[in-house]
């Protein structure tokens, strides 16, 4: 048993024949005929028979997909579906400690045409090889200009476009710590704007970045640079922020255009200089003619993952329409809060911004796919994000179960299952963690003896959540792609439930009663038990997505967690023997800043474990 496809495309035929083998092929018997068409895709089956009526590439390889899904289960089908944009992107974040290997962005290349995206943009910062600059990206598992120019070349077999998207102002602290970049560093992550020698680099910078690629789209960064000019800049003088920003990108777009490029950039400077406080998109910021006519032609990406109200959006895309410049807009996936992706403020947050973007008639979108602090939720925790942001392109609404139908249809996977996710970090269920609370991530790396987030999570009863989360995570459906890594999320739930247990054990001991340390002690075996199995599993997970490079931070934070275990029963001995007060556990504890309104607070690595700076 196969099907036979009939029309495709000679350039899309090994595209279609691998996804066709991914998706169940040899389950179905039946002649497919496959025909070019107007706006939309439509899928039909009458027993042995079948048809895709398609637009674009992208349409193609949903259709593939999706015929191969419903076909599974049914002899008859029609489905049609409309689009609403004319480019829907992913940004995968490479650059924040994990760097996919080759393989697994192959794979996830082809994972993203399946449902439709159009574009990969690839999030670089500093990890691809420039050539003349040996320090760029060193030890920090950069991409090759070979490696990428394949990638490349494989994405556009899927019909994908792969984008280079790089920093060329700010967001280079990696880049910037090595002294052969001394003579382009104004502050610690912030380009010298107005040098010859940042010039010169930057047109060696933008030749690397864009040359291995198939396009002349690149994203050049700009966002967040608030430390611009108030580092060595300061010393020759002040000049102004804005002025600063503007010459600086008129001197960006002047390279692009020397080298053919289209660029776009993040929109949020504009609007954190023209508020009179300084405040990221504020609604009262108005731009003049005067300021947009002095603007070169780039286009403005606006970011924003946090709403849940369409008329959020909506009045900030008609801010944006001032700057008259190509606009669009990038939602966010959730993949950076913590250890797992925060799925209801990512369901809350797509489904806004996407009304929002329709309603103001935006043509361009991105699902964007962060790993800030570390890389830490895997990559493959991703995948609910990304159907449902796609799903906004071909519906107009998308309800919970046609997610979990499209989800089962095109991935088969359970929602339900990946939604469970949510759980690590939204201690009420069924509400929306609209704060982005992380208690998984402050709980794990809390301080067994300084406890600084004991008044935060007081009030929680986390043993026993995490261990009811534990049970659930036993019993989901997984298919082979996510079986790994619900492993590794069953083990994480256990060790948070023996990490509380462990913390309230070592709370509850007095001065006065040195001797009963037996519960503390079992409780700290048991917690060293889980983290090792947590590590293992982890380690697992990490290497099968991602290269070594990085992987030593997460040694050195999960290691020292164990390693901790070990001073403390240590200490515990010490303790019962009077030779040793616990004088930090026993320290009066305060509420620690919380950083959201949520009700237990979100943290960093950094912000967790010490009080002191973990990186001196």
Same mark, same amino acid.
């Given at each position: ?46 027993? $042995? ?124 602290q990696n880049l910037l710590r090595w ?55 300061? $010393? ?61 032609? #780039? ?122 996710l949510d759980d690590f970090d939204n ?172 009700? #237990?607070g979100h943290g960093l690595y950094k912000?967790? #474990? ?7």
């Amino acid at each position: 048993m196969a099907v036979e496809w009939q029309g495709i495309p000679a350039k899309y035929q090994f595209a279609v024949q691998q996804l066709a083998n991914q998706h169940g092929e040899q389950a179905v018997t039946a002649t497919v005929t496959v025909t070019e068409g107007p706006a939309g895709l439509t899928l039909k089956r009458a027993g $042995d028979t079948g048809t895709i009526a398609y637009h674009t590439p992208a349409d193609l390889m949903r259709g593939v997909t999706l015929w191969l899904g419903h076909a599974q289960h049914e002899t008859a089908f029609s489905v049609a579906e409309q689009t609403s944009f004319d480019s829907v992107a992913v940004m995968l974040d490479v650059a924040r400690n994990g760097v996919p290997t080759v393989t697994n962005l192959k794979a996830f290349i082809e994972r993203t045409a399946s449902l439709g995206y159009t574009e990969v943009w690839l999030y670089l910062e500093d990890v691809f090889e420039v050539p003349g600059e040996p320090y760029f990206g060193l030890g920090r598992g950069r991409f090759s200009q070979a490696q990428l120019h394949d990638l490349a070349v494989y994405a556009d077999r899927f019909g994908v476009t792969l984008v280079p998207a790089i920093q060329t102002l700010a967001h280079l602290q990696n880049l910037l710590r090595w002294q052969a970049f001394d003579n382009v560093k104004d502050a610690d992550d912030v380009l010298y704007a107005g040098k010859t020698e940042t010039r010169a680099f930057l047109k060696r910078m933008l030749t690397a970045a864009s040359a291995p690629f198939l396009t002349k789209k690149i994203h050049i960064g700009m966002d967040e640079a608030y430390n611009l000019g108030r580092g060595k800049r300061l $010393d020759d003088g002040y000049v102004d922020q804005q002025q600063l920003i503007q010459d600086h990108l008129k001197m960006v777009v002047e390279l692009t255009q020397e080298l053919g490029l289209t660029p776009y950039m993040w929109s949020d400077m504009w609007f954190t200089i023209a508020s009179p406080t300084h405040t990221m998109y504020d609604e009262s910021v108005h731009f003049t003619p005067e300021f947009v006519a002095s603007l070169p032609h #780039v286009g403005q990406v606006f970011w924003d993952y946090y709403h849940d109200e369409p008329e959020i959006y909506k009045v900030r895309l008609k801010q944006h329409k001032e700057l008259k410049q190509s606009l669009v807009w990038a939602g966010g996936v959730w993949t950076w809060a913590g250890l797992a992706p925060d799925q209801s403020k990512m369901l809350a947050s797509i489904k806004a911004g996407m009304t929002g973007a329709k309603a103001e008639g935006i043509k361009e979108v991105v699902a964007t796919m962060w790993f800030d602090d570390g890389a830490e939720t895997p990559l493959s925790a991703s995948w609910l994000g990304l159907q449902d942001f796609i799903e906004y392109q071909y519906h107009d609404t998308v309800s919970p179960t046609e997610l979990a139908d499209a989800f089962s249809l095109m991935q088969g996977e359970d929602a339900a299952s990946y939604l469970l996710l949510d759980d690590f970090d939204n201690l009420r269920p069924g509400t929306v963690n609209t704060d982005a609370d992380n208690p998984s991530k402050l709980v794990l790396y809390e301080d067994l003896l300084l406890q600084r987030y004991r008044q935060n999570l007081a009030p929680e009863h986390l043993a026993e959540h995490y261990e009811a989360l534990a049970t659930k995570l036993t019993q989901v459906t997984v298919s082979a792609n996510s079986a790994q890594t619900f492993k590794f999320y069953q083990q994480l739930a256990r060790t948070l439930a023996a990490k509380v247990k462990a913390l309230d054990a070592l709370a509850a001991l007095m001065p006065q009663a040195r001797a009963n340390t037996g519960v503390a002690v079992a409780a700290l075996t048991t917690l060293k038990a889980e983290l090792q199995r947590l590590i293992t599993e982890f380690r697992a997970l990490w290497h099968a997505e991602r290269r070594g490079e990085g992987y030593e931070v997460l040694d050195i934070r999960l290691g020292g967690l164990v390693a901790r275990v070990d001073t403390v029963l240590w200490r515990l001995d010490r303790f019962a023997a009077g030779a040793d007060e616990l004088a930090e556990l026993f320290e009066v504890k305060l509420p620690m800043d919380k950083w959201t309104n949520g009700p #237990v607070g979100h943290g960093l690595y950094k912000q967790i #474990v010490s009080p002191s700076d973990v990186l001196h």
